[in-house]
């Protein structure tokens, strides 16, 4: 890939989406589609690697999507498992730290042990974080940030006031923040659809936007490079003028 050290993304987000239309084109029911999406998710991860992206978060499941028939959503509750299972030593090994974001206290007893012991063997990897949001919503992120701040307030027997709740101090309390990882710089989806699908809604307020309409399932290195190459192309001005940012750049 072609791209200057400083232009690739510190850190890439992913909605991975499309796995069932790539099943439903090849007569396969949805859930072979996600199996093949696993696929996916291990070549971007080791993509990431070697370009030296330091932080990557995939959205594997979204608050809303318990709204799909049930043998689906079981089906994934058991991918995700076996996959969390299947990989933990390699994550280990190649010093990836796997960390979740999103309400997992809804998921199976054993698939929330499996997700607290990986958490937990991966911990000291240090080439790439990788977060997984799961039963994750972005107005849920928010409103449980505020939650957890009106809840310290209390605690600490301040009084609450217009002033408690200002940017700085709720997006402290971000799932996030908590772990160390700064906002997006690429926000990638598949699958065709150009929306966000209450993924990262504070986090992505200046992230680089890239949609594309390869199917999950068939993402995989040479895309996510493709995307980086869009990204390193851009000229990012957080509300700057193009001249400021060159001249700072200079
Ligand atoms: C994304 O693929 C995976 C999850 C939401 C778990 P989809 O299952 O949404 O695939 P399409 O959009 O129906 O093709
Ligand atoms: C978004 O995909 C969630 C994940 C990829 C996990 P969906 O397929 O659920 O999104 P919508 O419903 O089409 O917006
Ligand atoms: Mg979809």
């Known amino acids: 890939m072609s791209t200057e050290k400083n232009k690739i993304p510190r850190h890439v987000a ?16 949805r859930t072979y589609g996600h199996k093949k999406g696993v696929d996916s998710v291990r070549a971007v991860i080791r993509a990431c690697d070697e ?22 959503v079981s089906a994934l509750m ?12 390699s ?27 990986v958490e937990k063997l991966t911990v000291d990897g240090k080439n790439l974080h990788m977060q997984i949001a799961a039963n994750y919503g972005g107005r849920w992120d ?19 006031s217009v002033d408690s709740f200002s940017e700085a101090k709720l997006s402290e309390h971000l799932t996030t923040t908590k772990l160390n990882i700064p906002d997006p710089d690429l926000f ?29 399932p068939d993402f995989r290195r040479d895309e996510l490079f493709a995307a980086v190459e869009d990204y390193s192309r851009r000229q990012r ?8 940012v060159e001249e700072k750049n200079a």
Do not use: C
């Open 14 to 29: 992913i909605v991975m989406d499309g796995n069932g239309r790539w099943a439903k084109k090849r007569h396969f029911p």
């Open 51 to 72: 370009i030296g992206i330091e932080y990557l978060t995939l959205f594997a499941f979204s608050s809303e999507n318990w709204k799909r028939p049930e043998d689906e």
């Open 78 to 89: 058991s991918l995700f498992m076996s996959a969390l299972e299947a990989e933990a030593k």
């Open 91 to 117: 994550l280990a090994k190649n010093g990836i730290r796997l960390s979740f974001i999103g309400d997992i206290s809804a998921f199976p007893d054993k698939l929330q042990a499996k997700i607290a012991q």
């Open 142 to 160: 928010i409103a449980q940030a505020a939650a957890k701040l009106s809840q310290e307030l209390q605690q600490s027997g301040q009084d609450i």
């Open 188 to 216: 990638i989806r598949t699958g065709g659809e150009q929306r966000i699908s209450n993924f990262l809604l504070w986090q992505i307020a200046y992230a680089e936007l890239y949609f594309t309409d390869v199917l999950w």
């Open 237 to 244: 001005r957080f509300g700057m003028t193009g001249d400021q």
